[in-house]
């Protein structure tokens, strides 16, 4: 292979990012930062209950405590819901049942931290003394928490009018030829799991400022985004507004992980305050608001079975998935069980498949997106039965893979869920994988742990996650008066590095500093329109508009400057904010060639792409278990991944880094606990156990790339790849630390915290 030399800027450059110093200085704004003059705030009461019917006797006496602006009820927001986004036909072409999530409760709540009122006062102490003082009677009604007992018969209903708790009843693939294949089956391998509930917590936790200026009926919300645009719509949606009259700005956002992206009542409450009082309203959320209203991850009951004939090839599939949504279907809840089973076959040739999602309502917190939304559940199914199906057909889990991969010749591959595979060497990536983690010395590690009285293992997942969904991403590129470059664009920063990896592209082309392009995301008034930052579409969809505006733009600035300077096109080039030509003294500034135009010097385009694209990859996680403890050490972890065409790696490896640390944290660590009257018992990081930086591992991260042809520059997406290929590894890895040391043949579950591995070598034993 051929060695390129590494750009000064441009794709491949390895830049520093150049946002981050104003983060770490402390001069980065955020939303707790912005407190506009005369500001009132806000808090919200919240059921101390998961069921019942409730009543509030003393509104009018809380309104007119001294220093009191303001007390909402579900009265007052009578009409005004929370929408669902995602509404997708069932698997008999029918609509399914949505029900209503009101602004506020105003005779039942269902869940706890389900929002009762809404107080405004000139303090924030003051807010709270006074929603404490309202005495909300509650008569409290039969619970059910957990997924089991709500598809029971008799179970208590979320919704008593639909008269079933299951919620929806989505399918992919063909039911028929998958019972064929399994008719034809000369053995068959099953497994059940659970992918356990988890909490976001984001270091930045939500809040909002809303104002409203009632000379031009127009809405200002500052909050932190993954976009302000569909923030907008929703709004609007909800209050029943023109997209006209509604001003979203994002300044810095401390961490999104997709739970950043919906809409969540204080935002539509904050603005109708804010009409009504006619100044800023403020509301601040505390990390307990987090753990009980912000939309949960994950929480799954999967069992999924595989066909295979007399050689061990994979004949069909089957997956039930019974995905949790909560009291309410949230925003894009329905969403991701859907999009997630669209992944049902991984990186295999499996010839039928059928997944069945039934979405099941309980009364605890809502769930919808976090990092990878379907697609990390999808993987962690699909791998740990590919090790189990290594182990019972005695090939193991290394050439169990290698017999089913789907092979370089056999794409593009579309598969029986309607995924179209373009490019990619699944083979390459894992013997890259296991060559660099030494594969071949693990018996030589796994004897000395032995001899030092602990059990090692050796866990891997080859991965394939669907990201960068059809579509693209305006970007506008302009040239300002002093010759400076802007970029304007509606992706939305969540600490990613967008400002550094777009203004490569913008820099190599005009030959100027990355410093000297401003990068504009996060106002909904200063640029036009943006589908945010969620499902690693950023850069793919980004990029390749920001490179086409930037031709463009210098198209017409070589135009202009080709008059100015009498010279022909093809002998000018841009450096240094200059347009000169070849090999000569004649040159124009950027500067003045805005000023000469007549116009605003710009250029906008979008390029679109009509298929996803398909990142995938091996991670292999080497780990020892200390049996008298049942503690996890994580020896050695190694990550070969295919991203199509690598932007910049620096920024690459954090996203790698991050989504790994976070895949490590949910297999060994996150736990979301509801008792059974729907408490939620883990609801604070006392309780919550989260990954510690002494936790996560050295990573020895690298690409093996082959670029996408669905993408107009070749980039496959990276930012949730990390957590995709994270939970299997680990876990796989201590099953089989578990059977090898201690002869563990039961099944572990998500997490594989000390406790319950502790217990299974008892069980064992």
Known sequence: MNQMATPKFGVGAPLRRKEDLPLITGEGIYTGDYQPEGCLHSFVLRSAMAHAKISIA?????????????????????????????????????????????????????????????????????????????????????????????????????????????????????????DAAFANAAKTVSIDLVNNRIVANYMELRGCVAEFDSASDRFKLTLGTQGGHGMRDVLCQILGLEADNVQVVTPEVGGGFGTKIFC??????????????????????????????????????????????????????????????????????????????????????????????????????????????????????????????????????????????????????????????????????????????????????QQASQAAGKYRGFGICSYIEACAFPGGEEATVEIGANGNLTLLIGTQTNGQGHATAYSQVVAELFGVNIEDIEVIQGDTDRVRKGGGTGGSRSIPLGLPSVKEASVALVKKVKELAADKLEAGIDDLELDSSMVRVVGTDEQVTL????????????????????????????????????????????????????????????????????????????????????????????????????????DVPNFDFQTRNVPSTTNAMGIKGAGEAGTIGGCAAVMNAIQNALKEGAGVTELLDMPATSHRVWDAIQAAK
């Not at 009578?78 to 029900?99: E, H, V, Y």
């Not at 931290?113 to 009677?137: K, N, P, S, W, Y």
């Not at 039930?320 to 049902?344: C, D, E, N, R, S």
Request: one cysteine or more.
């Open 264 to 445: 969540y009542r204080e935002y539509p409450l904050a603005m109708l305050a804010a009409q009504a009082l006619g100044v800023p309203v403020r509301w601040a959320g505390e990390r307990m608001d987090h753990f009980v209203t912000d939309a949960h991850g994950r929480d799954n009951l999967s069992h999924a079975e595989l066909a295979l004939d007399a050689d061990n090839k994979i004949l069909g599939m089957k997956v039930h998935v019974k995905a949790a949504m909560g009291a309410y279907l949230h925003q894009f809840g329905p969403f991701i069980p859907w999009v997630g089973t669209t992944m049902t076959s991984g990186l295999y040739d499996i010839p039928a498949v059928f997944a069945k999602v039934e979405g099941v309502y309980s009364h605890t917190v809502p769930t919808d997106a976090f990092r990878g939304a379907g697609r990390p559940e999808a993987a962690y199914l699909i791998e740990r039965l590919i090790d189990k199906a290594g182990e019972e057909t005695g090939l193991g889990p290394i050439e169990f893979r290698k017999l089913n991969f789907i092979k370089k010749e056999q794409l593009p591959y579309t598969t029986q869920t309607g995924r179209m595979y373009d490019t990619g060497d699944y083979q390459g990536h894992l013997e890259k994988a296991l060559e660099t983690a030494d594969w071949a010395g693990f018996m030589v590690r």
């Open 591 to 694: 500067a003045e060639i805005a000023a000469g135009a007549g116009e605003p010097l710009q250029a906008r385009e979008e390029v679109k792409q009509t298929e996803a694209t398909y990142p995938n990859g091996t991670h292999i996680c080497e780990l020892e278990v200390d049996p008298d403890t049942g503690d996890v050490d994580i020896q050695n972890y190694v990550i070969v991944d295919d991203f199509g065409v690598t932007v910049n790696p620096l920024l690459l490896a954090g996203q790698v880094h991050g989504g790994a640390a976070s895949a490590i944290s949910q297999a060994l660590c996150e736990h979301t606990v509801f008792d059974e009257d729907g408490q939620l018992l883990t609801a604070s990081l006392l309780d919550y156990r989260l990954l510690r930086a002494a």
């Open 58 to 178: 003393n509104a009018d006496e809380v309104r007119a405590i001294d220093g009191v602006r303001m007390v909402l009820t579900g009265a007052d927001v009578a009409g005004k819901s929370m929408p669902t986004r995602a509404i997708l036909k069932q698997i008999d072409g029918s609509n399914f049942n949505l029900p209503t999530q009101p602004l506020l409760c105003s005779d039942t709540v269902r869940y706890v931290g389900d929002a009762i009122a809404f107080v405004v006062a000139d303090t924030l102490q003051g807010a709270r003394d006074a929603a404490e003082m309202l005495e909300v009677d509650y008569d409290p009604l039969d619970v059910v928490v957990e997924m089991e007992e709500a598809l029971a018969p008799d179970a208590v209903k979320v919704w008593p009018e639909f008269d079933t708790n299951v919620a929806f009843t989505f399918g992919h693939g063909d039911a028929d030829k998958t």
